[in-house]
């Protein structure tokens, strides 16, 4: 699928950029004995950025400053002094580039190098041993030469902002890491081991600001957090940032790999894939678009490196505008050959078997757009925080020579037989958008025998108590919704609840975890109807469940925020109703104190209303309005 190429933006702002590349450190030893080893394709990283840059943004020449070390296997680099990514030069780049930009016009920069750890100088700020996040220059093995630090960096960004440049930042490196150790598949780590600390004396003066001021600046960014000695983003390198878009190699304990993507010349993964994504996507996304596509390349092929994506991601790329979307979950791979997808979601997002999603063509940010659906699946395995989902239909077809064939048998896809998807109909990256959450409207209840330290009641025998449930269960009304499982029986489904008797030889529901689920009144063992009475109880409570999962999803959906339900008190006026599930208020109604449920239909459907109360839990009877 081609896209078409990013165009240089047609409204009067310019677009600068700072390109900082360091293949070449020259020698350092850290107190611990390890160093900062030279690398091999961060130089050639910003070298391809460039040409991007001159090539498909028409960027000029002036516009880009540029600091590279280049590593031909000697102690030093060969570009000038001036050249160098030097702590020295990378602040005075960074005061050159936001006094060229004026307000509105694009910032650009781009990090290709080690991060590391040293001992904080800001000990009032984090801590005797807190510890400084910091961009490593190339010149670290001189005793003089100093880290670019995370209070720096915060600071250099911040004053962008205050000018209103609209700014990206990209950082290719990690804190973490191995060189030293070697890497994965002839790939290189770009960073030390997350536990070494730099402790080197090395001098504090900044040229950014004074430390009173990047301390100030540091606790202005982090306002509102409890602790600011712990208040990076999940990048680890600053605080959420406020006013820009940052994409990050990876988590602060992850690795940021460089790899011979081509088989021959290594480069940045963050940075290979961005380039990639660019030109696969063309301008009319998001960055949050753009990282998607980034992070399944990414993560797909190195499993602990995850690029992040912080700021304002709602943001198109190099643009200042910005595109509010629904939020979308992840295609990470297409196995094309099983006929299904792996998807970047699973428990931890609420995601559960059977639920089902459309997958839309890369790029999308629209979900509204149905010509952009590609294909519909559902989840067939559910992990913690990814998910396998089977494809069930294909909707769109691509023109192409070069087709990749997908088997639908026929017992899932309805009247469809085989269906024909061209290469990158659905792409890495895909956003998927969840259209049925497969609710589950079985309960799996289990009997779970009293604690054995637990005394019952004399002639309590909690065995035959737990078997008159079984044995009435059929007898009960809406029966169907539960499902009981014995102490020690496996289920594939997870218990939702647990029956047991306390020491007052009364039955008791649980949820899952053992918390008791207070319900009135106290159902005692042996009493008639007592056992019906839990199967009522649990009826109710799964009904309840599985409307508390309902929910219309679908974001083209002609009934979406169509009905307005709130739960109101009367007020002192005739027909006066006060709403008490306002924003920010949790409904609270006291004991036989009564509500009012207002309903309201702004479609142009007819909404048919029904009501179901329990009238005589005992006798299992209903009355239905």
């Known amino acids: 699928m081609q896209r078409e190429l990013i165009q240089p933006s047609t409204n009067t702002s310019k677009f600068f950029a700072l390109l900082i590349g360091i293949d070449c ?74 006094d060229l930009a004026q307000p509105q016009d694009q910032v650009y920069i781009h990090y290709s190098g080690h991060g590391g750890r040293s001992a904080t100088i800001y ?79 090395r001098p504090q003066e900044s040229l950014v600001a004074s430390a009173k001021e990047l301390i100030q600046n540091w606790v202005t ?70 990282h998607a596509r980034i992070l399944a390349k990414v993560n797909t092929q190195f499993e602990r490196q995850t690029p ?48 089902e999603f459309a997958i839309y063509q890369l790029g999308t940010s629209d979900f509204t757009q149905t010509d952009k659906r590609v294909a519909l699946a559902k989840v067939v395995e559910v992990r913690a925080e990814e998910s396998l989902a089977e494809i069930t239909k294909i909707l769109r077809k691509e023109n192409s020579t070069n087709n990749l064939r997908l088997y639908i048998p026929p017992s899932k896809a309805g009247n469809a037989t085989e269906q024909t998807l061209t290469e990158g109909t659905i792409e890495d990256g895909a956003p998927a958008i969840l259209v049925s959450p497969g609710v589950k409207l079985v309960r799996k209840v289990r009997l779970l025998p009293p604690l054995e330290n637990r005394q019952l009641p004399e002639g309590i025998d909690a065995k035959q108590a737990l078997a008159a449930i079984l044995a009435v269960k059929e007898k009960v009304e809406g029966h169907g919704w539960v499902e009981f499982l014995s102490s020690d029986e496996t289920s594939d489904e997870p218990v939702t609840y647990q029956v047991s008797v306390n020491s007052q030889g009364e039955y008791e529901i649980l949820d899952a975890g053992g918390e008791l689920i207070r319900l009135r009144a106290p159902l005692k063992v042996g009493e008639p109807n007592a056992a019906a009475s839990v199967v ?12 508390l999962q309902l929910d219309n999803n679908d974001p083209i959906s002609s009934l979406a925020g169509k009905l307005k339900v709130e739960l109101c008190l009367a007020g002192e006026n005739r027909g006066e109703l006060l709403p008490l599930n306002a924003p920010g208020n949790v409904p609270t109604l006291d004991v036989d ?13 007819v909404l048919n209303i029904t009501e179901e109360r329990q009238r005589a839990e005992g006798r299992g009877q209903k009355e239905r309005r």
């Open 308 to 355: 992040m994506l912080q700021g304002e991601g709602s943001r198109l790329i190099f643009s200042g505008q910005s595109m509010s979307s629904q939020s979308a979950v992840i295609v990470k791979k297409v196995e094309v050959a099983k006929n299904r997808v792996l998807l970047q979601a699973g428990v931890a997002q609420g995601l559960r078997k059977g639920a």
């Open 25 to 98: 450190y020259l020698p350092n030893t850290l107190p611990n004995g390890s160093s900062y080893k030279s690398l091999a394709g961060c130089v050639r990283d910003i070298n391809h950025v460039e040409s991007f840059l001159k090539n498909t943004l028409q960027v000029p020449q002036g516009q880009i400053l540029k600091l590279t070390a280049s590593n031909d296997n000697s102690d030093q680099p060969q570009e000038p002094p001036e050249q160098l990514p030097t702590y020295e030069n990378i602040v005075a780049k960074f005061k050159q580039l936001t």
């Open 221 to 290: 960014l982090t306002q509102g957090q409890q602790n600011t000695r712990n208040v990076t983003a999940a990048s680890g390198w600053l605080p959420y940032p406020k006013g820009y878009v940052l994409l990050a190699a990876c988590r602060d304990n992850e690795y940021a790999y460089e790899y011979a993507f081509n088989g021959k010349e290594r480069n940045g993964a963050l940075t290979y894939w961005l380039l990639d994504s660019l030109q696969k996507l063309g301008n009319d996304v998001t960055y949050q678009a753009l």
């Open 123 to 201: 000990p009032e700020l984090k801590g005797k041993y807190g510890v400084d996040e910091s961009l490593v220059p190339t010149d670290i093995g001189n005793s003089e030469a100093r880290y670019l630090r995370d209070l720096e960096l915060a600071k250099l960004l911040q004053n962008m902002v205050d000018k209103q440049l609209v700014v990206t930042v990209v950082l290719d490196s990690c804190h973490s890491g191995g060189a030293t150790r070697g890497g994965v598949n002839d790939s290189g780590i770009r960073g030390l081991n997350k536990n070494v600390v730099d402790t080197t004396p």
């Open 593 to 605: 104190e009564y509500a009012l449920l207002r309903i309201r239909n702004d479609s142009s459907q």
């Open 536 to 547: 009522n109880r649990l009826v109710h409570l799964s009904k309840y469940r599985a409307i």
